[in-house]
């Protein structure tokens, strides 16, 4: 059993599964989106536009993360030569909000939740390492909302506020705000 308490897939399985959906155009990005994470699916995104000139379809489901790790995933999406219609389903918190947002169609499944918060961040060491880390701090704040706020067509402080408020929001509302385009459907494309 996996540490979930699901069966762990079968030997290649995840690998099988993994290159049926590149197959397809289709990337994932699931779970805590870390550095780490984050890399994976801005190599998987930059192979499927190295190799073909047709859309690629990210989904972006159930998953939170920083704001830095999610920050080097939109430059990608920003650079690269094929549209990116981006899925969001299950609870989308923090920094994968920015990733939504950046796709050329952003549509939300019908129960998907928007959760406005920032992950919290923890400092030490000396003063100097305090200011330096909190003004590194600001300055990718900074740079997420201005790109959010632009994304969503919103004024920054207008964003910022929503975020500070913490709330979350449902598809509907998601896309009246403007962070989705659509309330996907079955007939919906």
């Known amino acids: 059993m996996a540490a979930d308490g699901a069966a762990p897939m079968p030997f290649g399985m995840a690998d099988d599964v993994t290159s049926s959906l590149l197959d ?3 990337v994932l990005l699931t779970g805590d989106v870390d550095a780490a994470r984050a890399s994976s699916a801005a ?3 930059m192979t499927l536009d190295a190799i073909c000139d047709s859309h690629i379809e990210l989904r972006v489901g159930s998953c939170s993360g920083t704001l830095d790790a999610s920050l080097a995933l939109i430059d990608v999406i920003g650079v690269l030569g094929v549209p990116v219609r981006i899925t969001a389903l ?3 918190e923090g920094g994968p909000i920015g990733v939504l947002v950046a796709g050329e169609h ?23 390492d305090l ?4 003004a590194e701090r600001a300055a990718v704040r900074s740079a997420f909302f201005t790109h959010v706020a632009r994304r969503v067509g919103r004024p920054l402080g207008e964003v910022e506020a929503e975020w500070d408020r913490a709330g979350t929001l ?3 509302d998601a896309v009246a705000l403007g962070y989705a385009h659509q309330v996907l459907t ?3 494309p």
């Open 186 to 188: 079955r007939s919906a």
């Open 131 to 134: 200011e330096r880390s909190l």
């Open 90 to 92: 299950g609870t989308i």
């Open 170 to 172: 449902e598809a509907i």
């Open 43 to 45: 190599a998987e995104l």
């Open 24 to 26: 397809r155009r289709v």
């Open 106 to 128: 952003r549509g939300m499944t019908p129960h998907c939740r928007l959760r406005l918060r920032e992950p919290d961040t923890v400092v030490s060491g000396t003063a100097r």
